[in-house]
């Protein structure tokens, strides 16, 4: 009788050359000198890679023209994914913009298998450089995230309706709809002129702001007082309303008195009005 475990262990080698392929394929698309070590010595540099000699010979008869066509093309169609996503930060970054794609690519590559996520990975791994380097403004790293919160916000699901109209009690959490997010930034980006061609220059203030969909699903932002900040901040983490505005008061060192607490609920009444809170929180 035939091992039946013969066909596995052939399926188990498929899988393994499949791997490799995978890899070199990865590998083409990110190594910075692909290109040239691979005219240099086509078979030599593809047997680095764990390739069935098969697999070797295949992929260098392709040659350099077809083989790192696949690499240009993967490259830029991350690049204007991103660029999508972030356009006033890619305009604002000129002809740096392609080196930064092109560096992040490099050294990390995206990791999520959905093609949204690229621009969220590569402000990510890029903003801690940006800082770092002084020919990028300092602003950039608030102006791309400013852009990546409308993208959220704008492409959340949809709540499910639970709580709309619920009464608001102070010792319950409210409910906000699930687009809605709050963001800090250390300049006033999102007062700079939409334009891509715009190069006005944000002020260097610290700044919160709502951000949620309003009834025809347009992206808002509501610029909040750093009190108000710190309220919603606790409330948006499921906090009781009671215990939002006094941890609020508290870590900004604000009197608890009388215009906090009817501040408070003209905040709540203005942000049900707009959608963004449907109410309170189950019991």
Same mark, same amino acid.
């Given at each position: 009788? *035939?091992?039946? !475990?013969?066909?596995?262990?052939?399926?188990?080698?498929?899988?393994?050359?499949?791997?490799?392929?995978? =890899?070199?394929?990865?590998?083409?698309?990110?190594?910075?000198? =692909?290109?040239?070590?691979? #005219?240099?010595?086509?078979?030599?540099?593809?047997?680095?890679?764990?390739?069935?000699?098969?697999?070797?010979?295949?992929?260098?008869?392709?040659?350099?023209?077809?083989?790192?066509?696949?690499?240009?093309?993967?490259?830029?169609?991350?690049?204007?994914?991103?660029?999508?996503?972030?356009?006033?930060?890619?305009?604002?970054?000129?002809?740096?913009?392609?080196?930064?794609?092109?560096?992040?690519?490099?050294?990390?590559?995206?990791?999520?298998?959905?093609?949204?996520?690229?621009?969220?990975?590569?402000?990510?791994?890029? #903003?801690?450089?940006?800082?770092?380097?002084?020919?990028?403004?300092?602003?950039?790293?608030?102006?791309?995230?400013?852009?990546? +919160?409308?993208?959220?916000?704008? =492409?959340?699901?949809?709540?499910?309706?639970?709580? +709309?109209?619920?009464?608001?009690?102070?010792?319950?959490?409210?409910?906000?709809? /699930?687009?809605?997010?709050?963001?800090?930034?250390?300049?006033?980006?999102?007062?700079?002129?939409?334009?891509?061609?715009?190069?006005?220059?944000?002020?260097?203030?610290? !700044? /919160?702001?709502? +951000?949620?969909?309003?009834?025809?699903?347009?992206?808002?932002?509501?610029?909040?007082? *750093?009190?108000?900040?710190?309220?919603?901040?606790?409330?948006?983490?499921?906090?009781?309303?009671? #215990?939002?505005?006094?941890?609020?008061?508290?870590?900004?060192?604000?009197?608890?008195?009388?215009?906090?607490?009817?501040? !408070?609920?003209?905040?709540?009444?203005?942000?049900?009005?707009?959608? #963004?809170?449907?109410?309170?929180?189950?019991?």
């Amino acid at each position: 009788m *035939p091992d039946a !475990t013969c066909p596995r262990h052939e399926d188990d080698g498929g899988m393994e050359r499949y791997a490799a392929l995978l =890899a070199t394929m990865q590998r083409l698309v990110r190594e910075p000198d =692909a290109e040239l070590a691979f #005219a240099a010595d086509p078979r030599g540099f593809l047997a680095g890679f764990a390739l069935a000699a098969e697999d070797v010979e295949q992929l260098a008869a392709l040659g350099s023209p077809r083989l790192f066509l696949y690499r240009r093309h993967v490259r830029k169609t991350l690049a204007r994914g991103v660029r999508r996503q972030i356009p006033r930060t890619a305009a604002r970054l000129g002809d740096a913009f392609d080196a930064w794609i092109e560096r992040w690519i490099e050294a990390e590559a995206p990791r999520s298998r959905y093609f949204r996520d690229a621009a969220f990975e590569m402000v990510a791994w890029a #903003a801690p450089r940006w800082a770092e380097d002084a020919a990028v403004p300092d602003f950039l790293r608030d102006l791309a995230r400013h852009e990546l +919160v409308r993208f959220d916000v704008a =492409a959340a699901p949809r709540g499910d309706g639970a709580n +709309v109209g619920a009464e608001i009690e102070l010792d319950r959490a409210v409910h906000f709809d /699930a687009a809605v997010r709050l963001v800090r930034y250390e300049h006033a980006v999102h007062r700079l002129d939409d334009d891509e061609a715009s190069r006005d220059q944000p002020a260097r203030e610290a !700044t /919160a702001l709502l +951000v949620y969909r309003d009834d025809e699903h347009d992206v808002r932002f509501l610029e909040l007082t *750093p009190l108000c900040a710190a309220i919603l901040e606790r409330l948006l983490v499921g906090e009781t309303l009671r #215990a939002a505005v006094v941890g609020g008061a508290a870590a900004l060192d604000h009197p608890l008195d009388g215009a906090v607490t009817q501040s !408070t609920a003209a905040v709540l009444e203005d942000l049900r009005a707009r959608g #963004a809170l449907l109410g309170g929180a189950a019991p």
